[in-house]
């Protein structure tokens, strides 16, 4: 049984939030402020999280960052705003997806789904990724470039797992966005998908202004190029 921690302070959404989790036979824990959420997630462990944006003492962000220290749980974001510039902020902190209020419930459920299926995926098919001088321990959610440990936000990692994957194959923008972000939403397009590209080869590449890994091709998408 997948056990989600939900930090909402909306009671009304609670009510509902707890009823559809709990028909889905989700396990689920629930807290109302960040202090709450700091104790539950000490205590516990927890196969996702769905994150208020807009709390009494704090923000959902700041919860995600510093879960972010140590866990690469899957991480939705649920917030009134649909602001492209707080997308991407909680895209890039290390969120791992984002729903505006008001929403379906049946739309949160299939993306939680989603996720869960996808953190499975990303953790059973290997232990480990290696070419090109990067390797990934898939188990410990690390990333090492020639030996040195990379800071990668969550989105970053997936991308990067996701090319390595799929070695010298072009993959499209559409076939990236439906594989990591269900793009049935407009919280994210093709635009918000390049900063990524261009922050993962800041981080990978010797020379980001010309990539030799994470190359783009012309008119079709990108491409992992195995040059070892």
């Known amino acids: 049984m997948s056990k989600i921690l939900l930090l909402e302070d909306d009671l009304s959404l609670i009510n509902g939030l707890s009823f559809a989790f709990k028909k889905q036979g989700f396990g689920l824990a629930i807290a109302r402020t960040l202090k709450e959420a700091d104790k539950l997630w000490g205590e516990g462990k927890y196969d996702l999280l769905v994150l208020d944006v807009s709390l009494p003492d704090g923000t959902g962000f700041e919860f995600c960052k510093k879960v972010r220290q140590a866990s690469k749980v899957p991480i939705i974001f649920l917030t009134a705003s649909d602001e492209e510039m707080n997308i991407i902020m909680g895209l890039d902190i290390g969120g791992d997806d984002y729903i505006t209020k008001p929403f379906k419930l049946g739309v949160l459920v299939s993306r939680i789904n989603a996720l869960l299926r996808r953190a499975k ?108």
Not at 129 to 134: D, F
Not at 163 to 182: A, G, R, S, Y
Not at 209 to 224: A, D, F, H, I, N
């Open 121 to 228: 995926d990303f953790h059973q098919a290997d232990n480990e990724l290696q070419s090109n001088g990067i390797k990934v321990l898939m188990l410990q959610g690390q990333v090492f470039k020639n030996g040195k440990l990379l800071d990668l936000t969550a989105a970053e990692y997936k991308l990067l797992c996701l090319f390595m994957k799929n070695p010298n194959v072009i993959l499209t923008k559409e076939q990236i966005l439906d594989k990591l972000w269900d793009c049935e939403g407009n919280y994210i397009d093709s635009s918000t998908l390049t900063v990524y590209m261009r922050r993962l080869r800041m981080k990978i590449e010797d020379n980001p202004s010309e990539p030799q890994m994470l190359l783009t091709v012309r008119r079709m998408g990108y491409k992992w190029a195995v040059c070892d």
